[in-house]
């Protein structure tokens, strides 16, 4: 399958994290959002490696060259699943607090 | 024995400042026996070595104490000359500066103790900038006495501060010096960068080989310096206005210190001049100028010290049209006499003010010649020596810068004596008036009237000896062979500018004798009709009209100023204030201010609180960033 799909497949995971995390007023929402952008970046590391490995086989078998960024999606993932607890756990309090997820309300180091 | 030259200097120093830091703590008597011990040490010392200097065959010496500025190439010492000329201006400022403290410390004793302190303290510091200005034996040292003298003139004339007229006063001969001195520090500049140096010696020596121009303009601007200091014109309008000041000040600016500082600059300067001839014209044209115009101003004066000081400025003019025909040794000689009978002049017209309690306006004397008789005695033979009468001293220096000028242009001889004529006409109206006729005072005041104390009266007896046989020192060649001393005495210095004047054209005797007492038998009219005249004076309340009132205003010279140069620049003044300063100026640094406020207030919108505006911006300015980039590389 050509690297192409891949790309696009990222590109557009990406922007719909980003246009999502812009206009959207739900914590949750945005919360998604944001992990919908660390996933489109697996994506394309993934796409990426595999390019690269199947080329490196080409000229040795035994070869492991291009998998690091294999490696760096599970390091990706376990850094996004702290975050989430830790994000989940601010909105509960938020949520607690204020009785409301719209981060509009959370501006008050403004004032 | 120049070895101890920094002795003469040295004393008043001191004296100004034990005076001046211990003014509160200090006792009267104390502080006039600091004040006069210090210049009457310094006159001692000038003695011993006068005696060795005067010795023929005496080579001028460069007694050098310090390094003072050494940058490379540059090197300006702290050194003192000590010659014929620098010794015998040490003479006159000690011997008639210590006859002036004598006197001060009488004149000024109604004066409170820190005053009095203050005053002595001035009077030394004053000596003292005059003896460094005299002594240095460069150009450099000789200006810091030059601007020594400035700053004591205006405090000394500035002493009663409380007066605003006599700050004003004050201010003004600051301003005017400042102006002349501009000019001198120009030509130093001008020196040091043309020769490298600014000594004496090492200029003088290689003045031979500049051109002539280069010359003219050094010579010029330090004229310029002369102009100023010695109020020529135009720049003489302060010495009148420092009659502010105590008199016995005046008679230390007139006589001993401040004004001879240009006579005594371009005499020392002499070859310098003798080599550019449109100078030697300039400085002769602008003295002689000076001596006849202030001598007309002098005619129809009634403040007994501005007639005096009038007569100064036109003495003065004298000096610099023997300085411009090449008599320097006749400049000096004038300086000289005219120490002392200026000095002698001003003392008694102390003693008539402080008899008069403070009136200076002649119009009010009259007859106080059985009141005041040692005054008037005195003051008599003043007025005689600076008329030019034989055999007074002020015949034989007149009569030299007279001879000379006749050599040089007869057309400079005849201006010059008839200001010479009106020099004893306004002299002989002042003696009159002050103390021939009847007493026109008050009777307050008639009954106050009193001969000044001892301490007043004996430096009016030594200075009217002197201001007497004075002259006896520079008798003329026809009239007693080799007997002028003062023109051997100071032949080493003025050597190289005699040597190359020309000589051919002397006189003839019968010339001579005709130029000579011709006009002394004039003058003797002028007198015998001045003393007739005014001597029946009455007090009339007439306006003058016509010239009269044109000289009783001094040519209006001061409005003119006034006009021409004061308005002028007040109203340039006014208008940089209100249009540059408060538009330019001011609207720039307010405008810095006002625009970082008007920016930060637009910028405050940014900082929304809003989150997603945040992010929004970062996206946008990634995108942005990845576009330049992007198509940067392709273009």
């Known amino acids: 399958m050509p690297i192409n799909y891949y790309l696009f497949l990222s590109i557009a995971l990406f922007s719909i994290g980003i246009v999502g995390v812009l206009t959207r007023r739900n914590a949750i929402i945005i919360f998604m959002c944001v992990e919908l952008m660390l996933n489109a970046v697996n994506v394309l590391l993934i796409a990426f490696s595999k390019m690269h490995h199947l080329k490196a086989l080409t000229a040795n078998a035994a070869t492991t060259v291009g998998t690091e960024a294999q490696l760096f999606v599970f390091f990706i993932m376990v850094v996004a699943a702290a975050e989430v607890t830790v994000g989940l756990a601010i909105i509960v309090m938020m949520y607690r607090n204020i009785h409301s997820v719209d981060i509009n309300f959370l501006n008050r180091l403004k004032h | ?635």
């Not at chain 2, 102006?179 to 040091?192: E, S």
């Not at chain 2, 008069?356 to 007859?367: A, F, K, L, S, T």
């Not at chain 2, 009777?443 to 009217?464: D, F, G, K, N, R």
């Not at chain 2, 021409?564 to 209100?578: E, G, H, M, Q, Y």
């Open chain 2, 1 to 635: 024995m120049s070895k101890l030259i920094y002795l003469v200097p040295l004393f008043p120093l001191i004296g100004f400042l034990i005076n001046g830091l211990g003014r509160k703590a200090l006792s009267k008597s104390l502080v006039s026996i600091i004040g006069s011990g210090a210049i009457l040490a310094s006159f001692v010392v000038s003695v011993l070595i006068f005696l060795d200097v005067k010795q023929p065959g005496y080579a001028a010496q460069v007694v050098h104490l310090f390094d003072f500025i050494k940058v490379s190439k540059i090197n300006i010492p702290f050194a003192f000359q000590v010659d014929q000329l620098s010794t015998l201006f040490l003479l006159i400022i000690t011997g008639v500066g210590f006859l002036i403290h004598l006197y001060s410390s009488a004149y000024m004793h109604e004066e409170k103790g820190e005053h009095y302190a203050r005053y002595f303290a001035y009077l030394n510091l004053f000596v003292f900038s005059m003896l460094l200005l005299v002594l240095g034996s460069n150009y450099v040292i000789m200006f810091i006495g030059w601007e020594g003298v400035g700053l004591c003139s205006y405090l000394l004339i500035g002493y009663w501060f409380k007066n605003n007229d006599y700050n004003n006063a004050a201010k003004k001969a600051f301003v005017m010096n400042r102006i002349g001195d501009l000019g001198f520090l120009l030509a130093v500049f001008w020196m040091l960068s043309q020769y490298g140096s600014v000594d004496f010696g090492n200029v003088f020596s290689k003045a031979e080989g500049t051109s002539v121009s280069v010359l003219t303009g050094i010579t010029l601007l330090l004229f310029v310096g002369a102009m100023g200091k010695s109020a020529q014109i135009p720049l003489y309008t302060w010495l009148p206005d420092a009659m502010a000041g105590p008199t016995p000040v005046s008679a230390l600016i007139h006589a001993a210190t401040m004004v001879t500082a240009g006579i005594y600059m371009v005499a020392r300067s002499n070859i310098l001049y003798t080599l550019s001839p449109l100078t030697q014209t300039v400085v002769a044209v602008i003295g002689l100028s000076t001596a006849i115009f202030a001598a007309t101003i002098a005619l129809k004066q009634n403040d007994i010290k501005k007639v005096l000081a009038y007569s100064t400025v036109s003495q003065l003019g004298y000096m610099f049209l023997a300085l411009g025909v090449g008599a320097y040794t006749g400049a000096v000689f004038h300086v000289m006499t005219h120490a002392f009978f200026k000095a002698l002049l001003f003392l008694g017209a102390g003693s008539v003010i402080h008899a008069m309690h403070h009136e200076q306006d002649i119009r009010n004397m009259g007859g106080l010649k059985k009141y005041l008789p040692i005054t008037h005695i005195t003051f008599l033979l003043g007025c005689l020596a600076i008329a030019g009468i034989p055999p007074f001293s002020g015949f034989f220096s007149k009569d030299e810068i007279l001879t000379a000028a006749f050599l040089n242009n007869p057309l400079y001889y005849v201006v010059g004596a008839i200001g010479a004529l009106m020099t004893a006409f306004y002299m002989f109206r002042l003696y009159a008036m002050t103390f021939r006729g009847k007493f026109r005072g008050t009777h307050e005041q008639e009954h106050h009237l009193h001969e000044s104390p001892s301490a007043m009266t004996i430096p009016l007896i030594v200075l009217a000896v002197l201001a007497v046989a004075g002259g006896w020192i520079g008798i003329p060649e026809v009239l007693m062979k080799d007997s002028h001393w003062l023109e051997h005495y100071l032949a080493p210095v003025f050597e190289n500018s005699t040597f190359r004047m020309k000589q051919e054209n002397h006189l003839s005797h019968s010339t001579e004798y005709l130029l000579m007492f011709g006009v002394a038998a004039i003058i003797l009219l002028v007198i015998f009709f001045a003393w007739n005249k005014y001597s029946k004076y009455t007090k009339t309340t007439a306006e003058n009209t016509g010239l009269a009132r044109v000289l009783e205003n001094k040519w209006f010279v001061d409005e003119i100023y006034d006009a021409v140069i004061s308005k002028p620049l007040l109203a340039i003044s006014k208008l940089f204030n209100n249009i540059v300063e408060k538009v330019f100026i001011d609207g720039i640094v307010n405008g810095v201010g006002r625009l970082i406020q008007y920016s930060s207030r637009q910028m405050r919108w940014l900082q929304s609180g809003q989150v997603g505006s945040y992010i929004l911006i970062m996206v946008t300015a990634t995108i942005v960033f990845f576009l330049i980039q992007f198509f940067w590389k392709s273009n």
